[in-house]
Every structure is written in C-alpha cells, then in structure tokens.
C-alpha cells in the first residue's frame, strides 16, 4: 500500500473509484468534472490516492481555499483495510501545516462515512446543502485526536 500525492494523470482512476462508492453516490457523475479534480489537485489544496499493485484505491482531496475536505473515499473491494484512516491522517496532517484555520466538511447522515468521521474526531456543527451534516475539525481538536490515537 503505497499513499502518494495525486497527480493529475490520476484522474482517471480516481474518477473511477468516486463512480463506484455505494454511498455518498453522485446523482449524476457528471456533475465531478475531470477538469474539477485537477483544479482541486493542483490549484485550490491538494490529493493523495492509494495504491495497491499500481491501482487506485482510493484518494482524499481538500481545498485550502473553502477550507473544506472535497473528497475521501474507498473503492468498496477495499473497504476495512484501513485505507480511508491513512488518507484522511495525511491529508489533515498537510492541511494543518498550512494553515491553523478550521476545516469542515458534509457528509449523508446514518451512513458510514457518518461514524467515520465521529471516530475521527470530527465534531458536528449543523447541516449542509440538501441535509447532509456538517462537520468541523479544528487545529486543537486534530493534534489532542493525534496524541490520544498514538498513546
């Protein structure tokens, strides 16, 4: 298992990992433009994907600009290998060492990503777009989550 930043020529791939969730789908794919991806990749924040045998497995993308994770998910032949808890550790762990400002993000209630992000720390403010729960992760609440995952 290899996590590595994402390059745009990854696109593709990760595309293809987003279009095959079975939870927090797209109602339509193309609403996540190929153009999107590498404009959250390479001009607003930055990604990291998984690989496993030169494969994409999964990628988390956050965008410094709206302070806001865009992205993580988890082809589901690869769920519970603990893919998703790596690429969202790096992820925060970058996006702290730019900024100490908030980050937040929405997710569908009562599903797994839900339970995920309370396991991580994340600390529910209200809602967001069309009833999905928004969560924040504050620098103070990301390095106690760091120290106490560790102890």
Partial sequence: MIIRA?????????????????????????????????????????????????QITGFS????????????????????????????????SWYFMQTRDSVWLGTSPHTRAESFYRKAGWKEIGTHGKGEIKFEMTFDDWQHHKETKYR
């Fill in 61 to 92: 993308i956050v965008d410094l600009q709206a302070k806001n994770i865009w992205a993580l998910f988890v082809h589901p032949d690869f769920d519970k290998q603990g893919i998703g808890r790596k690429l969202h550790d790096v992820m925060l």
């Fill in 6 to 54: 994402a390059l745009p020529e990854d696109i593709p791939q990760i595309q293809f990992v987003r279009n095959a969730v079975k939870e927090n789908t797209l109602s339509d794919p193309a609403l996540v433009t190929d153009k999107d991806c590498e404009v959250y990749i390479t001009q607003r924040g930055k990604g990291w994907v998984c690989e496993i045998n030169e």
